[in-house]
């Protein structure tokens, strides 16, 4: 009987076992995001770690663009990565700019406010994404975007859509330590196979 009972507790643990190895043996695009990040420290416009198999480098380097162009306030680079629409409103609606010059120089004082003191990006970390139009930030903005356009609905032109969340790592210019910021939240938009930021 003891043998009995031996051999009946082996079977279950040997069961046991091989359930969760099953239950282990996930390939790689069951994984949730951020289980195969990659940075990248010299490729884009700034260091940037992201999860390679939920966004394309060019969507990444879209990305960098954008946050390079406000810290190192730069409006050529801004105009190549921001969306138009959101940057014309932004302008004309929003501050009352007189050009592009001011809105960066104004977001780049903005960020440096919000930090303590000017910086520069030691690392742009892409901690979540949303794919989500129907709720949360993707859904507000798209129903601004869709609100500011005179040339039809804005939703409706856009090939892809997300939202990212960023954790930015930073270090201050004047040399004086560095810091973190999260919950850091960008739009990404394809239009016409080009992809553009906002804010």
């Known amino acids: 009987m003891k043998k009995l009972i031996c051999l009946l507790l082996a079977c279950l643990l040997l069961t046991g076992c091989a359930t969760q190895k099953q239950k282990m043996n996930y390939t790689e695009e069951e994984l949730p995001y951020g289980a195969t990040m990659k940075s990248d420290k010299n490729s884009y416009a700034v260091p940037i770690t992201w999860d390679r198999r939920f966004l394309t480098e060019e969507q990444i380097s879209a990305a960098a663009n954008y946050i390079a162009a406000i810290q190192n306030n730069d409006p050529a680079l ?51 994404i949303s794919l989500d ?35 930015w790592e930073f270090s201050y210019n004047n040399g004086e330590g560095n810091g973190y910021t999260e919950n850091q939240y960008l739009y990404l938009f394809q239009i016409d196979d080009q992809y553009y930021c906002c804010m």
């Open 133 to 167: 139009r129907s709720s949360g930030g993707l859904q507000g903005m798209l129903k601004l975007l869709d609100g500011i356009s005179q040339d039809g609905k804005f939703s409706d032109k856009i090939q892809n859509a997300c939202a990212l969340t960023l954790e």
């Open 78 to 128: 801004y105009a190549s990565a921001a969306l138009p629409l959101y940057t014309e409103y932004q302008i004309q609606e929003v501050y009352d700019y007189q050009n592009i010059e001011e809105l960066v120089n104004a977001l780049h004082e903005g960020l440096t406010g919000q930090l303590a003191d000017d910086f520069k990006f030691d690392m742009v970390l892409v901690n979540e």
